[in-house]
């Protein structure tokens, strides 16, 4: 299994006096989600310099008009200006440099198996936000901080989500011999994850897949290697990535359940430091009551 490495869910303010507990909830930018972050270079020139053996050699990136990591979350904080609780704010971050790494790399490829693994993750990790509405803002700024179209990962996950739902065991493992959309998505996986084309496998893929496992209520161990088989996608791989995922659910209840503990402790707290400034209003009122007969 993945290491996780630890990241600390901070205090929800300055005055907070404690922090929440460390949780090795994310792993870095080039672990949880298989990111390398090394560039792809050619030559475009070779130069001697005089009669040196020294050669000047001039290269270039292959990848051109790429945005730094920092344009990337300043476009993030621009589109969304609201503060959002440290809980969300600090995962956000770390997913959004994860993300730009795959975004950005010269084998990536939009496909909607991607697309509904990071919908899955980050609906799970936003259940329970404050607001729908903000979620779903949230949602937008963040897909279009990476130049993306957020309401197609939103059709693309639905569309893979309720073609899922009508699948089994059998069918869902059988797309290669059947005719429709997602069966066509699927085959196009299959050919470019063969060689035939670009495909940058990722662990938001890896989540993709298992999300379409669990609609189709395919439990049986066997079908997720089959799966593979028929994707030509490295089954190992994504049996190391769901235990990160999973793992991550895990954390992530727990971390939740703290953040609710610590909401209820300051909500106590401010009810009961408001209990007599209630009083001493009360009394001031009646005073001025009395004041006013006189």
């Given at each position: 299994m993945a290491a996780l490495s630890s990241l600390s869910f901070s205090a929800m303010n300055s005055q907070r006096k404690s922090t929440l507990p460390s949780t090795r909830f994310l792993a870095s930018s080039s672990d949880i989600f298989?990111?390398?972050?090394?560039?792809?270079?050619?030559?475009?020139?070779?130069?001697?310099?005089?009669?040196?053996?020294?050669?000047?050699?001039?290269?270039m990136s292959s990848v051109t008009d790429v945005p730094s990591v920092s344009e990337t979350k300043l476009n993030f904080l621009k589109a969304y200006k609201r503060p959002i609780p440290s809980i969300y704010n600090n995962v956000l971050q770390e997913l959004i440099v994860q993300q730009h790494l795959m975004r950005y790399k010269t084998s990536y490829r939009y496909d909607p198996v991607f697309a509904l693994g990071f919908v899955t993750i980050y609906d799970k990790f936003m259940e329970g936000y404050s607001s729908?509405?903000?979620?779903?803002?949230?949602?937008?700024?963040?897909?279009?901080?990476?130049?993306?179209?957020?309401?197609?990962?939103?059709?693309?996950?639905?569309?893979?989500e309720e073609w899922a739902r009508a699948q089994n065991s059998s069918s869902l493992v059988n797309f290669s011999s059947k005719e429709g959309e997602v069966?066509?998505?699927?085959?196009?996986?299959?050919?470019?994850?063969?060689?035939?084309?670009?495909?940058?496998?990722?662990?938001?893929?890896?989540?993709?897949?298992?999300?379409?496992?669990?609609?189709?209520?395919?439990?049986?161990?066997?079908?997720?290697?089959?799966?593979?088989?028929?994707?030509?996608?490295?089954?190992?791989?994504?049996?190391?990535?769901?235990?990160?995922?999973?793992?991550?659910?895990?954390?992530?209840?727990?971390?939740?359940?703290?953040?609710?503990?610590?909401?209820?402790?300051?909500?106590?707290?401010?009810?009961?430091?408001?209990?007599?400034?209630?009083?001493?209003?009360?009394?001031?009122?009646?005073?001025?009551?009395?004041?006013?007969v006189l």
């Open positions: 298989g990111i390398r972050t090394d560039s792809s270079y050619h030559c475009v020139g070779v130069r001697a310099a005089n009669s040196a053996t020294k050669m000047v050699v001039q290269c729908e509405e903000d979620r779903e803002t949230i949602f937008k700024a963040y897909i279009n901080a990476l130049k993306e179209d957020p309401e197609q990962y939103r059709i693309d996950a639905k569309k893979l069966e066509g998505i699927l085959k196009d996986i299959a050919e470019r994850a063969g060689g035939k084309g670009d495909f940058s496998y990722s662990r938001f893929f890896a989540v993709g897949l298992f999300r379409l496992l669990e609609l189709a209520n395919a439990t049986e161990p066997t079908v997720l290697d089959k799966l593979c088989a028929a994707l030509n996608i490295n089954k190992k791989s994504v049996d190391r990535d769901l235990d990160v995922y999973r793992m991550l659910l895990s954390k992530l209840v727990q971390a939740k359940e703290l953040l609710r503990e610590y909401i209820d402790r300051e909500k106590k707290k401010s009810e009961e430091r408001a209990e007599p400034q209630k009083a001493n209003g009360a009394v001031s009122k009646c005073l001025g009551q009395q004041l006013s």
